[in-house]
């Protein structure tokens, strides 16, 4: 079924079907090479990317799309609040921004991070939700405050090309960090975890670093990696900051991915979204492993953007 | 009859020729897609851009023709100085610049923003016609330190949409802002509603914010709001700094537009080129009534710029 | 032969059949426009770029190629140490930046300039070689610590174009400079000259400002500029920076190419790869010159970029 929007694991009919499309793309690409002829893919980001902005621009080329990718990281500052008196530092209103890039393009994807220090604009999903709102045309995430939705499609993709046996058991597991990092990219894990129902999640993670609930709800968490490693067939290794002590860190350089903790699994494979701080995330070892699928993942991001940009509902 | 440049109103024939390009562009994007097969155009912006960047980019894909677009905003310092000695700021002469880029393209667009500090310098367009000069392809301005020519086409293109009478009255008004802005779309929106000689042009300022007069011949300039909405079919708001007092500003808040003063007009449709704030320069209720007609100048852009990039004279 | 990269003059078969390949692009510039269907060349710029930028873009887009290019100047630091702990400064390692891009590009294009402190590192060119090390795809020098080769190629093409006797005199002469440069360009004429063997070279410069030897074998070094412009044919004029005082530069505005020097030559083409400081590299009237080349050099670097891109080993 064509989608209106794309900004979570709930604007999907049918994960599997979207696998099984990202897999047709993986193996032809250039075969609905004129679907988005005379088409318009606007790519906004108010964050940097690499891989987020190079798979999008690929799997919207490969589908005939034009692409456009805007960096509005520099400064374009956007007005959220209704009713504002605009005499500050804002000089656009999201009305007339979303309104006016829906008058160029057929799909518009949008990037934006979360503060990391109000909570509840973050949680609300202010910028991603504004633009929906106003937008006349459908919104793909490319990251928001909360998700990072074709990350994790294209985590599932990459787990069932390496599933061989039902229900495997895959660990969400916290890593350390030296930055304070948004929650997005776990959250989403798990919410497209739980939502395709292939999978056994546990989620690992220290005290205090629990994500929220409404992600992980239908997942086990636990607080010790040995206990949540042991049988694990895919750990999956991310740092997040604190979402009840929102934004806060912790040095914790034990919870580092090495080998002493994969030989706990069921010879498991190791992902990334990427970027990774080795030696602080994960060792060397562990991630030159052959078990690492992290460039595997970065792979399927171009699969996973073409599958869905090639479902959204155009005019 | 093809454009060696697109500078002003005064590089063109006949702009009912040109709104009916962009309107038969309009309804058919792809419909002259192979004019630009082999050729390149590049947009050059020494400021930032997001309605001209992708509109202008836009409509040269609609063309058929390779876009490259060049961020020069970071600070490729260039010396526009014949004889000058380099050895300070300035890395390459325009000559050369103009030079090197005109190897690259077939169409040549630049945007360049006036210093308001420098009015001679800002009035003689400098960096557009050294451009020109220099360049041995067509240049089309994206918005000179004096004129903003494709959003004064794009709005000739809109105002032909929603004019429903001869002569509709055109009013031209100030409005108020927080920074020290341009006279660039103000004194380009007075020459072409003058040149297109189709509507009865008033403006209206506060005193001593008269645009320059080459740019008002034509039109009349009242110093009350009241006066010039009075029997408006179309109120045109934008703010601009001092032309006399060159570059200075004024808080004057009671010059925005607000529904009581669009009570005065004919039913008015409201244009602004975007971005605008809300609330200083118009009223939400304004801005958001069925009469506003700033989205569609936004989308309009993309067609005025198809319709000028597909007249120039290229190779 | 096909390339498996191209980094210096050393990766090319035979320069003649090189310079061949680009002037047929140059006459026909889309005659091979299938010859990257389906393919992508990613640009990876890590210093700022006008001419390589945009002509290689060009030159990609001409071959059919989707090209997409990354400005990571504005600080995406990567780890080149083997064995770091990731907790500082740099977010990625280049294992996985090579390794990443080259699941998305059929071709890598990297542009890395040298620190000018780091004499080891820069000679070692450890950016370029460690891309080249991880990456899977070839990999094409933008210009790299040492060298410029595309730039080397467009000018082997501009001479070709213009040298009507055997063995022309060939003089790559310093120039001065207010700022520190990099060694590259003249590194790597000097390679591609002696490398080409078409040509006599002569290198003229200061005392002190010697290129390594590993570049210069071949050629003739004096340090006067009226000795070595006696009888050339083609004078080309780049400043460096100090090899053996690495980095260091000095103030010796006799250095300048003027009228009165090109007179001691045999008419001599007046060449430089642009951006160029005018009257402190080279006079106005020496650059505007009839025999000036340096515009036709700009345009060769497509044809150049063309040829090159064309002859790389993709999958």
């Given at each position: 079924m064509p989608m209106k929007q794309f900004l979570s694991a709930h604007d999907v009919d049918s994960i599997d079907d979207l696998i099984d499309l990202a897999r047709r793309h993986k193996r032809k690409p250039r075969n609905l090479e004129d679907l988005g002829y005379g088409k318009t893919i606007i790519n906004l980001f108010f964050n940097p990317s690499l891989r987020t902005r190079i798979s999008t621009e690929k799997a919207g080329l490969n589908l005939g799309f034009d692409v456009i990718t805007y960096d509005a990281s520099g400064g374009w500052n956007i007005e959220f609040e209704t009713g504002a008196v605009m005499n500050l530092d804002t000089a656009?209103?999201?009305?007339?921004?979303?309104?006016?890039?829906?008058?160029?393009?057929d799909i518009l994807c949008v990037r934006s991070f979360p503060s990391l220090t109000d909570k509840e604009a973050d949680y609300a999903d202010r910028v991603m939700k504004s633009f929906v709102q106003y937008a006349t045309v459908?919104?793909?995430?490319?990251?928001?405050?909360?998700?990072?939705?074709?990350?994790?499609?294209?985590?599932?993709?990459?787990?069932?090309?390496?599933?061989?046996?039902?229900?495997?058991?895959?660990?969400?597991?916290?890593?350390?960090?030296?930055?304070?990092?948004?929650?997005?990219?776990?959250?989403?894990?798990?919410e497209w975890m739980v939502e395709w129902d292939k999978v056994d999640l546990t989620i690992c993670n220290p005290e205090g670093f629990d994500l929220a609930p409404e992600f992980t709800a239908g997942a086990q968490v636990v607080h010790h990696q040995a206990e949540a490693f042991r049988g694990a067939d895919f750990i999956y290794a991310k740092n997040w900051s604190?979402?009840?002590?929102?934004?806060?860190?912790?040095?914790?350089?034990?919870?580092?991915?090495?080998?002493?903790?994969?030989?706990?699994?069921?010879?498991?494979?190791?992902?990334?979204?990427?970027?990774?701080?080795?030696?602080?995330?994960?060792?060397?070892?562990?991630?030159?492993?052959?078990?690492?699928?992290?460039?595997?993942?970065?792979?399927n991001r171009t699969w996973a953007a073409q599958a869905v940009l090639g479902r959204m509902q155009t005019k």
């Open positions: 656009e209103h999201v009305r007339e921004a979303a309104g006016v890039l829906s008058q160029y393009c459908p919104v793909v995430s490319l990251e928001s405050a909360t998700r990072h939705p074709l990350q994790s499609l294209a985590d599932c993709l990459t787990i069932s090309e390496h599933s061989h046996r039902p229900r495997p058991k895959v660990v969400l597991t916290w890593a350390p960090h030296p930055r304070r990092l948004p929650q997005a990219v776990a959250n989403s894990f798990a604190s979402y009840d002590d929102y934004g806060a860190t912790a040095s914790l350089p034990d919870w580092i991915i090495d080998e002493s903790k994969m030989a706990l699994t069921n010879n498991a494979y190791f992902m990334h979204c990427l970027p990774v701080r080795r030696n602080v995330v994960v060792t060397d070892g562990v991630i030159e492993s052959p078990r690492s699928l992290v460039l595997q993942q970065a792979n």
